[in-house]
């Protein structure tokens, strides 16, 4: 008999503008002991109807349905029973760790109370239990960690607090609600590997809500696709990756970037006619070509103060010397985790924040050489397009006047009508209608702001476009659909872009080279090609092995390279090479001595230990 | 749809403005309307309904001393101990509140939005002085300013004026510095100075039409204080002098003759509520205009 049984479960929400239909008739069940994925785009319902069942609906949130635990109708259960089956028999992880801890707690006192709520022990057998949970869930040092405040651990390690909190109790059901989104990819993958072993080890059920089909393609044995509050399609996993039925889940495959596609569409320049692209062509002929933009050498540090009005200040170094060049009409692709240093290194380029070292050319020109007049003019041809759609837009603008701006500052001389007719252009050439002109950002969904973003950097046809993390706001197929504007608008104008993002397939799919950094350094540049198939450097290794794979069986299947551990401090980086504290294969030579990047076959790599690694790959 | 059709097609589109559209949804706003209705009327008969009464501020009426209201007297508002007219007193009062509170709130609206907007904006070493020099004038005993100013200057209205703005603007100052503090990292201002937009030019399209929604529930805020302030500085003989006076001497006086003669502290009090209820609306509803979000 099923754990969990939900039958004709609806959610509505009342709200100013009517009543919204979030969850329209869904039913699933629940095995003991296994893991069901339910993914969907945002809006699908996924979470509310989760959340229906252990009664967090909004307040002017309604159920109605069954949802059987036991013989027992969850949905009719009186809010003091429900609480006393939340933590006991039903526990939860959310997506930002931050936030579901109290900041003001230590670790002990908030997992403590947890078993003291519920169970009649001491403290002194509560607190010991609270630390063989934390061994379980592979933190080290837990009895040191439990009197540690949240903000003294790292994402990663909250996250795994939250996980060891929600078993404490031994749990029947663990409902995820996309507990590894907030996370990098290579922490992302210790949490999944945490789960799945931990699903075993403690006989739960658990329900993995998720956007992220690789992340359900690799744990989950049953599959529900949601879409706007209906179930699309549900059954075995490998059933619906491999044979799926329903137009939508086949859309939603296809729109996932895929890190093991052996030559994504059109990416390597050849169309499926087999014709060399425009964009190809002129990233070959620009190689040979004056390079776009040089960047060398080029440092940021912030100096960050340690408080009090002469407390001491202390250098962070964000960036820390890296170089690259971009042809005319390439894509240079750069990946690394969060605190790596990319978007630093982006707004470094765009001269945002001051150079501490290092140049910037531009065409030839050192941008710190110019004076600020000639910068300005200069600007015309570098634009940047940012990650939150919504908040790249200023709310008090219309659209109009929003892509407007750029050519009032650096087009004086146009009157009215005709920055009117640019603007128009600009906007049908983005996909967008061209009558937008007096809305304002906020009455747009994410992917339509993010297409007037992309106009805004595109009314003055500048040469170099810097994207920042431009999709990762964004719901898969939208993602998609944002990636090949960019790659058409890169056909089309001969643009170059720069393109900065955490999600590794989305890199592959556009970039021409790829640049991985760490701490504020890079450690491989090499071809798109070269970089994902023969990939030298350890942590472009561990990258690369830690993204999850939409294909149950390769997923599976898959040798992986986990990391151990969290990203250092950039305060203190350690000394010699960077990433040696991850690293499996460091050695003395790697504690002393900081590797330059050099020529290993056809990539540039900076690690000592290059040849060996790639020989024996 | 060619390109030519639709940019003809967007010929004809109406253009659209934040403060014309702010407007537009004021209009709708009824609470504010009617507010503002009421304070474009105050302000009006505290100009001009002076004219049509037969008695003045200072003339006392040694027949009538201290009389309920009445039509039959003339009196409309009843008269003070000393036999004048309350109905004019309470005009004249008017005016110098309504002025004290919209003029100071000027200033220190003018004043505070540019100075804590620039300090916020430039930040670095700028910002640290501009602060400072605010923190300093903080330091300065509102008091003792006050009165340094009527010894060099003598006592005058618009001294009031002076002191009340210069000592309100920073508190303007620095909410508006917080506030753009915040704002200049949002993204839409790195993509201004990516674009090479002029300091000036993000200031004033950027910056300062995302500062207003702040900015306008602090100024109701601060209308009301200022008039308040001021019937404080009356009170202690350093605000305007009798036979002048304002809403809040009027009302610190009927407070005193409240047993025996009621009137005296419940019409200027009316009219001092409705006032500050009135702008309380009005702010409310400015805010909400402002914000594109709730239309």
């Known amino acids: ?617 | 749809m060619s390109s030519e059709t639709v940019a003809a097609a967007v010929e004809d589109l109406p253009g659209r403005s934040l403060w014309m559209d702010a407007w537009r949804v004021l209009k709708r706003n009824r609470a504010a309307v009617v507010s503002a209705v009421i304070i474009g009327c105050m302000a009006v008969l505290v100009v001009i309904g002076p004219w049509f009464s037969s008695y003045r501020y200072d003339f006392t009426d040694w027949s009538n001393l201290s009389i309920e209201p009445s039509l039959a007297t003339g009196h409309l508002f009843g008269t003070d101990t000393l036999g004048r007219d309350l109905f004019v007193r309470t005009l004249y009062g008017g005016r110098i509140s309504l002025m004290v509170g919209i003029v100071a709130t000027l200033v220190s609206l003018i004043i505070g939005v540019s100075y804590g907007a620039i300090a916020g904006y430039l930040g670095g070493r700028i910002d640290h002085l501009m602060m400072r020099i605010v923190d300093i004038l903080y330091a300065l005993p509102f008091m003792f300013l006050v009165i340094l100013l009527m010894v060099f200057f003598g006592r005058n209205i618009v001294l009031i004026f002076v002191a009340i703005g210069a000592i309100n603007w920073l508190d303007m100052a620095r909410i508006v510095r917080g506030q753009t503090l915040s704002l200049k990292h949002k993204e839409f201002v790195e993509a201004a100075q990516a674009q090479g937009v002029p300091t000036f030019a993000i200031l004033r399209r950027h910056i300062v039409p995302n500062l207003l929604g702040v900015v306008a529930v602090y100024v109701t805020l601060t209308i009301p204080q200022v008039i308040l302030v001021e019937s404080f500085l009356s009170f202690l003989g350093l605000g305007v002098q009798e036979p002048m006076t304002s809403w809040g001497a009027l009302v610190k006086d009927g407070a005193e003759e409240l047993e025996s003669a009621p009137w005296l502290l419940i019409f200027p009090a009316a009219f001092l509520a409705m006032t500050l209820f009135c702008f309380n609306f009005l702010g409310d509803g400015m805010r909400d205009a402002l914000d594109p979000k709730d239309r």
């Open chain 1, 1 to 617: 008999m099923s754990l969990l049984k939900v039958e004709n479960l609806n959610v509505r929400f009342d709200t100013p503008d009517g009543e919204i239909h979030a969850v329209k008739n869904l039913s699933f069940s629940l095995e003991r002991g296994e893991t069901l994925g339910i993914v969907g785009e945002s809006g699908s319902g996924k979470s509310q109807s989760v959340l229906s069942l252990v009664g967090l609906l909004a307040a002017n949130g309604r159920a109605d349905g069954r949802a059987e635990l036991e013989g027992r109708n969850l949905l009719q259960l009186p809010e003091r029973e429900l609480r006393k089956i939340r933590g006991e028999r039903i526990s939860m992880i959310f997506q930002d760790p931050m936030t579901s801890l109290n900041p003001y707690l230590t670790i002990a006192d908030q997992m403590i109370q947890v078993v003291r709520e519920h169970e009649k022990v001491s403290k002194q057998a509560a607190r010991s239990r609270c630390r063989d949970m934390l061994t379980a869930v592979r933190i080290p040092e837990a009895n040191d960690r439990l009197d540690r405040y949240p903000h003294e651990l790292s994402g990663g390690m909250r996250q795994r607090v939250m996980i060891a909190a929600s078993l404490l109790l031994n749990p029947e059901i663990l409902i995820a609600d996309e507990p590894t989104t907030a996370l990098d990819v290579t922490v992302q993958a210790q949490i999944l590997d945490l789960m799945r072993e931990l699903s075993e080890r403690f006989e739960t059920s658990t329900i993995l809500i998720t956007h992220d089909l690789g992340v359900v393609a690799g744990i989950c044995e049953r599959l529900l696709v949601m879409h706007d509050g209906e179930l699309v399609e549900h059954g075995d996993v490998r059933t619906v990756f491999y044979e799926p039925q329903q137009a939508y889940t086949k859309a939603l495959l296809k729109a996932v970037p895929r890190l093991d596609a052996q030559r994504p569409d059109r990416l390597i320049g050849i169309d499926a006619s087999g014709a060399v692209s425009k964009s190809a062509a002129a990233a070959a002929a620009g190689a040979r070509e004056m390079p776009l933009l040089e960047v060398d050498g080029v440092k940021v540090s912030f100096r960050i103060h340690a408080g009090g009005l002469w407390g001491a200040r202390r250098e962070l170094k964000a960036v820390d010397g890296v170089g690259l060049t971009v042809a005319p009409g390439e894509t240079l692709g750069i990946v690394g985790e969060s605190g790596c240093g990319k978007s630093t290194l982006a707004r470094a380029i765009l001269q945002l924040v001051p150079l501490s070292a290092g140049s910037v050319c531009l065409l030839g020109q050192s941008l710190a050489a110019l004076d600020k007049p000639a910068l300005r003019k200069m600007r015309s041809e570098l634009q940047v397009i940012f990650q939150d759609p919504l908040a790249s837009l200023n709310p008090r603008m219309t659209v109009g006047d929003i892509v407007s701006e750029p050519l009032w500052t650096h087009q004086p001389e146009l009157d009215k009508a005709q920055i009117r007719r640019r603007v128009v252009d600009v906007l049908r050439r983005v996909g967008l209608a061209g009558r937008e002109l007096n809305r304002y950002p906020h009455e747009f969904s994410g992917g339509q702001c993010q297409r007037i973003g992309i106009a805004r950097a595109l009314v003055l046809e500048p040469k170099l476009i810097i994207c920042d993390e431009p999709v990762s706001a964004l719901d898969v197929s939208i993602q998609a659909q944002i990636v090949k504007l960019l790659m058409d608008l890169q056909d089309d104008f001969g643009l170059a872009l720069i393109f900065i993002a955490h999600d590794l397939a989305v890199v592959r799919h556009i970039s021409h080279r790829v640049m991985v950094m760490y701490l504020g350094a890079a450690v491989e540049i090499a071809s798109q090609q070269d970089l994902y198939d023969r990939p030298t450097h350890p942590y472009t290794r561990a990258l690369i092995s830690s993204v999850p794979i939409p294909d149950p069986d390769k997923e599976r299947r898959r040798d992986r390279e986990l990391l151990s551990g969290d990203l250092p401090s950039p305060m203190d980086p350690p000394s010699g090479c960077r990433f040696r504290t991850r690293c499996r294969y460091a050695r003395e030579r790697c504690r002393q001595e900081q590797p330059e990047l050099r020529l290993v076959g056809r990539s540039q790599v900076a690690c000592h230990f290059a040849e060996e690694l790639l020989a024996a790959q």
